[in-house]
């Protein structure tokens, strides 16, 4: 480390001051993929900023490029640039990463804090959430929401409703990928929540689906980015809009929009982080992870969000939001109240037939 010795004239002493060798460099730059919108501001104030306040030497770049996060790790492998660190991803295309070699193996117990007890990483984080390549920082839910003002009578409550534009007129907005409107349009056909999954296997049952969601393609808007749901709501160019229940509880509490949640068949998924393989600043990023997915902080960031902590350790340290002082437990997807008819995503299913379907889908939506 190199010491520089200042002498100050006039001070009547000399006066040293030690220039550390970390000032003088430039700090690490972490380029952290996710969102954007409502999460990740949430994951900003919750996790970014506290650990940046506490090292100065690290400064994060934020990239809202989570929505193609699959197919841009999959071209920087190939082209063996990979300009991204760590990326907020969905679970099933986590496993089809880890797969092909993209995104590094996670030893859980290594790489992560224990729970405040002593109790393992491996062992505190809900079960079935943690992945070969994949941490979890949330439970989160897929839903439908809809602008209150569109509707003068009668209320939407189901998925049902969503797909009857005479009784409830009006755009509706979804996602461009399969995952969640295939199910609830299954749903929304008939079949029970315990045979989505089932009958999807079937290539008569993805007909089924896709001639349920043929009944509605006159009113769709298609969604790329998580913050277009709620504005196309906002702007009222959409009277329906899927998107995450954390982003609709934001845009109806912190900004007042009159929307209401369609809590049936809420499409129920973790979110969580992976570390592209190639990376060049591997050890900062686990340090970091370390850090940011431990029992205090992945409860710290439903202060700011209504999605639940992937810890169980973490779930007694939810309390009010920051800034509102609302009780946040009413908002979670897995409030006892919202829970009665949760469709869980099948990850393996999508692992399986997640390729073959959203080439399926992206065809349809041209069609």
């Known amino acids: 480390m190199k010491h520089i010795r200042l002498k100050v004239i006039g001070a009547g002493a000399a006066v040293s001051l030690l220039a550390l060798g970390a000032y003088a460099q430039d700090p690490t730059s972490i380029t952290v993929v996710s969102w954007g919108g409502a ?41 063996n640039n990979v300009t991204w660190d760590l990326v907020d991803m969905l679970p099933s295309d986590a ?86 409107n295939l199910e609830w349009a299954l749903y929304a056909d008939g079949v029970p929540l315990d045979e989505i999954y089932e009958t999807l296997e079937t290539p008569e049952g993805v007909e089924r689906a896709f001639a349920k969601l ?28 899927t998107s995450y229940n954390g982003r609709l509880f934001a845009a109806a509490e912190t900004e007042n929009q009159p929307f209401e949640i369609i809590w049936d068949g809420q499409l129920v998924e973790w979110d969580g982080w992976v570390v592209p393989a190639g990376g060049s600043n591997v050890e900062a990023v686990k340090e970091f992870l370390h850090w940011a997915t431990d029992t205090q902080r992945l409860a710290d960031q439903a202060k700011y969000i209504s999605y639940g902590p992937a810890r169980a350790s973490s779930a007694p340290l939810v309390g009010q939001h920051e800034d509102l002082g609302i009780d946040m437990a009413p908002h979670m997807p897995t409030n006892p109240d919202n829970y009665a008819a949760p469709i869980v995503l099948n990850n393996d299913f999508w692992t399986d037939y997640g390729d073959e379907l959203r080439e399926r889908y992206a065809s349809w939506m041209l069609q």
């Not at 996060?69 to 190939?78: C, D, E, T, V």
């Not at 859980?108 to 405040?116: G, K, N, Q, T």
Request: hydrophobic share 35%.
């Open 95 to 180: 496993q089809l990463a880890c797969d092909e070699g993209i995104i590094m193996e996670i030893d859980a117990d290594e790489w992560l804090a224990p729970a405040p007890d002593g109790t393992p990483a491996s062992e505190d984080f809900l079960p079935g959430s943690l992945g070969d390549c994949f941490i979890p920082q949330i439970v989160y839910s897929t839903v439908i929401g809809y602008n209150t003002e569109m509707f003068e009578g009668e209320k939407p409550d189901s998925i049902e409703d969503f797909f009857n534009i005479e009784d409830f007129p009006g755009k509706r907005a979804i996602q461009d990928r399969p995952a969640g």
């Open 39 to 79: 999460y990740s501001e949430s994951q900003q104030r919750a996790y970014l900023d506290p650990y940046m306040e506490e090292n100065p030497n690290i400064r994060f770049l934020n990239d809202d490029g989570s929505a193609n996060a699959l197919a841009s790790l999959r071209a920087q492998s190939q082209a």
């Open 214 to 241: 043929d009944t509605i393609k006159s009113e769709l808007i298609f969604w790329t980015e998580g913050a277009q749901g709620p504005q196309l709501l906002a702007d009222k160019e959409a009277a329906f809009a």
